[in-house]
């Protein structure tokens, strides 16, 4: 999956900013996810847009408990 932001605050500090998402399917329970964020600031004084993958990270695991508890509830 890839998304490309291209209007929003987050446009004040970067030209460009893209969201690459990579799920591989490691066996038939478990997938491994890489997140990729591209991106090319306006300004040197720009933020690195660390926030942006604590973000990425929360809604990870936030997934990761959903799914775990579905998987749960189908084996009851």
Same mark, same amino acid.
């Given at each position: @999956? &890839? ?7 987050? @446009?004040?500090?970067?030209? +460009? ?7 591989? =399917? ?10 990729? /964020? ?8 720009? =933020?690195? =847009? +660390?926030? #942006?993958?604590?973000?990425?990270? %929360? /809604? %990870?695991?936030? #997934? @990761?408990?959903?799914?775990? %508890?579905? &998987? +749960?509830?189908?084996?009851?």
């Amino acid at each position: @999956m &890839r998304q490309k932001l291209i209007e929003g605050d987050l @446009m004040d500090d970067y030209k +460009s900013l893209v969201f690459i998402c990579h799920v591989v =399917p490691k066996d038939k329970e478990t997938s491994i996810v890489k997140w990729i /964020l591209e991106y090319e600031k306006v300004h040197a004084g720009a =933020p690195e =847009p +660390s926030a #942006l993958m604590d973000c990425l990270l %929360a /809604l %990870a695991k936030t #997934l @990761m408990i959903i799914t775990m %508890a579905s &998987r +749960s509830n189908l084996n009851r």
